[in-house]
Nanobody, 126 residues
């Protein structure tokens, strides 16, 4: 059984930084993509950033966080990171890590992801 576990969430003042981690384990797990999404109260799950291994390795970052957030992967630890800098109150949400099995050039659609972590709360105060 594939498991994804997020860590690193917390409370931070606006302008501060956090780094989220997502450790993958279990089964013979080979994902075509892994992504970070977030969900604020009363809103849908929003794509933040992702890694796509289909057609070659490349990253994708949403316009709302471009220049502030960076996604990376540690192959030895099978862990995906989301470095979040210059955080804003609008970044407050539960952040989810997801893994997608089927290759696709598009990795921003949450309904296409097969596995999810339980989520990590990020709260940014002004």
């Amino acid at each position: 059984q594939v498991q994804l576990v997020e860590s690193g969430g917390g409370l931070v003042q606006a302008g501060g930084s956090l780094r989220l981690s997502c450790a993958a384990s279990g089964g013979t797990f080979r994902s075509a993509a892994m992504g970070w999404f977030r969900q604020a109260p009363g809103k849908g799950r929003e794509f933040v950033a992702g890694l796509n291994w289909s057609g070659g390795y490349h990253t994708d970052v949403s316009d709302s966080v471009k220049g502030r957030f960076t996604i990376s992967f540690d192959n030895a630890r099978n862990t995906v990171y989301l470095q979040m800098n210059n955080l804003e109150p609008e970044d407050t949400a539960v952040y989810y890590c997801g893994a997608k099995v089927c290759p696709s050039p598009v990795i921003s659609r949450p309904q296409e992801y097969d596995y999810w972590g339980p989520g990590a709360q990020v709260t940014v105060w002004q």
